[in-house]
């Protein structure tokens, strides 16, 4: 499965932006999809994901309620939908397809085996 993640960009404080995974090579609806991003200088954290058929959703404590993961398989396509950005929300951001699981949780990145270029998002103060 390959992955391109797009929509990152430069935004001001408070503006939105919406992320775009598209897949090709294989079918989406197999995997549970994650959003992860990664700060200069910090590791990578998870940040969202959304399971293989959409129902369930889980987010780090710092995007909820401003970040929304969505997925149309039909399309083949994950989205991440982020709202109210703040300066601590840029990073490069990517898009990774992992495993099916029966408890959905926030995954590390060792455990997803397909992943996205990244997308550099950019919020100024």
């Known amino acids: 499965v390959q992955l391109q993640a797009s929509g990152g960009g430069l935004v001001q404080t408070g503006g939105s932006l919406r992320l775009s995974c598209a897949a090709s090579?294989?079918?989406?609806?197999?995997?549970?999809m994650g959003w992860f991003r990664q700060a200069p200088g910090k590791e990578r954290e998870s940040v969202a994901v959304?399971?293989?058929?959409?129902?369930?959703?889980v987010y780090t404590d710092s995007v909820k309620g401003r970040f929304t993961i969505s997925r149309d398989n039909a399309k083949n396509t994950v989205y991440l939908q982020m709202n109210s950005l703040k300066p601590e929300d840029t990073a490069v951001y990517y898009c990774?397809?992992?495993?099916?699981?029966?408890?959905?949780?926030?995954?590390?990145?060792?455990?997803?085996?397909?992943w996205g270029q990244g997308t550099q998002v950019t919020v100024s103060s």
């Open positions: 090579g294989g079918s989406l609806s197999s995997y549970n």
């Open positions: 959304v399971s293989w058929g959409g129902a369930r959703t």
């Open positions: 990774a397809a992992g495993p099916k699981t029966s408890q959905l949780r926030l995954p590390t990145e060792y455990e997803y085996e397909y």
